[in-house]
């Protein structure tokens, strides 16, 4: 439980620093919008590990003598990715409203980790998807909704930590899951 509460603090980071910029960018941004961004990437944070969990399983039974590698692998390149935009500071695309389609974008884009974390928790034999995936939605739609509401005063160098240590605590879980199949290390 512990392990799937950090994976979720770890994938809504990219809905937590979307949000905080979008707090900032946005006139007029309230609790109404705060909501908005928070179901929307709530909801897609839900289902990317539903749909990675189910495509992991068509093919579990292929490459389990090495899920623990391509488990390692995925997060370390996902954590990894996070740790880079972090340092390089990636510049934010200028928001000025909240429409269906701009937030469809932004929820996709920061859930498109979470389907490879689904893929990843197909390989582990005893996870129960819809609970994990039900705490990695709400964990987002909460962090997205503080987020957007704490945009003005927070600032983009928050963002840029809130990324790193997303990306360390991915690559972190990635070689906790590497070392327990290799030495049995817990």
């Known amino acids: 439980m512990i392990q799937t509460f950090l994976i979720a603090l770890s994938l809504a980071m990219?809905?937590?620093?979307?949000?905080?910029?979008?707090?900032?960018a946005v006139p007029g941004f309230g609790?109404?919008?705060?909501?908005?961004?928070?179901?929307?990437?709530?909801?897609?944070?839900?289902?990317?590990?539903?749909?990675?969990?189910?495509l992991g399983s068509s093919v579990r039974s292929y490459i389990q003598a090495v899920d623990h590698w391509i488990a390692f692998g995925l997060l370390a390149l996902i954590g990894g990715n996070m740790i880079l935009e972090a340092v390089r500071g990636g510049?934010?695309?200028?928001?000025?409203?909240?429409?269906?389609?701009?937030?469809?974008f932004l929820a996709l884009a920061t859930s498109i980790d979470a389907l490879a974390v689904g893929v990843t928790l197909a390989f582990?034999?005893?996870?129960?998807?819809?609970?994990?995936?039900?705490?990695?939605?709400?964990?987002?739609?909460?962090?997205?909704?503080?987020?957007?509401?704490?945009g003005r005063r927070l600032g983009e160098l928050f963002q840029r930590r809130a990324t790193l240590l997303g990306g360390l605590v991915l690559v972190g879980i990635g070689l906790k899951i590497l070392l327990e199949h290799l030495g049995g290390v817990a």
Do not use: H, Y
Request: charged fraction near 15%; charge should be negative; glycine fraction near 10%.
């Open 91 to 104: 510049e934010e695309e200028a928001l000025t409203e909240l429409s269906v389609k701009r937030l469809f």
């Open 31 to 54: 609790p109404r919008q705060a909501a908005r961004i928070g179901a929307w990437c709530g909801a897609f944070q839900f289902a990317m590990p539903l749909i990675g969990w189910f």
């Open 124 to 150: 582990e034999t005893n996870v129960n998807i819809l609970l994990s995936a039900t705490i990695i939605g709400l964990v987002a739609f909460v962090l997205a909704m503080v987020g957007g509401l704490l």
């Open 14 to 24: 990219d809905a937590f620093a979307v949000s905080v910029s979008t707090g900032i």
